[in-house]
């Protein structure tokens, strides 16, 4: 019978991106240093981050922040894509055009490529680990990743990801132990960043 152990998961959003998404903004800098900061002292064994400009550097800057180096994996289980497509059925009914309408938007090969990696991110990111040692690893992300892995550890309906909306750099921490359920320690901590780059992209009346 194999061992295993308790997996830490850390999932954190890019920085704030500039308006072509080519590259982070003077803020999503700072965001992402700010955040491999708070990091320093977690045993990380490995980031992975997508493969898109503002998630490369936004682990790159990550890991400069850290005293003891860390393998970086790019892979697209953790790119920009959506991760459900629900039907109308499933939503709720004041909501459910506005929802899909969304949906519609995205460009296609976006939606028709993500479910099948969002199953695979949940094979490779979550659950307990082989070994007898606990597991820390970060993953850069995207919003909709984020709330895929966070509604998932809660067993929320698959729609759900869409309720859930991470800030820039923000933190969310699940723990996934051997036996035990799945528990979300917390979710979109932005305690590293002061008030003027936390819920960078939301509306003035969001920002706290």
């Known amino acids: 019978m194999t061992d295993t152990a308790t997996r830490y998961l850390y999932l954190a959003r890019h920085g704030e991106a500039s308006a072509d998404e080519t590259t982070l903004t003077e803020s ?28 490369q550097q936004t682990a790159r800057l990550i890991s400069a922040q850290l005293d003891d180096a860390v393998p970086l994996h790019q892979t697209e289980l953790a790119g920009d894509y959506i991760p459900y497509l629900p039907t109308k059925d499933e939503l709720p009914p004041d909501s459910a055009d506005a929802m899909l309408g969304f949906l519609a938007q995205v460009p296609e090969e976006e939606r028709n490529g993500g479910p099948a990696l969002a199953r695979e991110a949940l094979a490779a990111f979550t659950g307990p680990v082989d070994g007898d040692r606990p597991r820390h690893e970060l993953v850069v992300t995207h919003n909709f990743l984020v709330g895929w892995l966070v509604r998932a550890a809660l067993d929320a309906p698959e729609w759900r990801w869409m309720s859930l909306n991470h800030g820039n750099a923000a933190l969310t921490v699940i723990r996934y132990a051997p036996g035990r359920p799945s528990s979300v320690l917390f979710y979109n901590d932005m305690r590293h960043l002061p008030p003027e780059l936390r819920w960078t992209g939301f509306p003035p009346e969001l920002q706290v």
């Open 28 to 55: 999503g800098r700072r965001q992402a240093v700010l955040l491999g900061e708070r990091l320093k002292s977690t045993p990380l064994l490995a980031i992975h981050h997508g493969p898109l400009p503002r998630a």
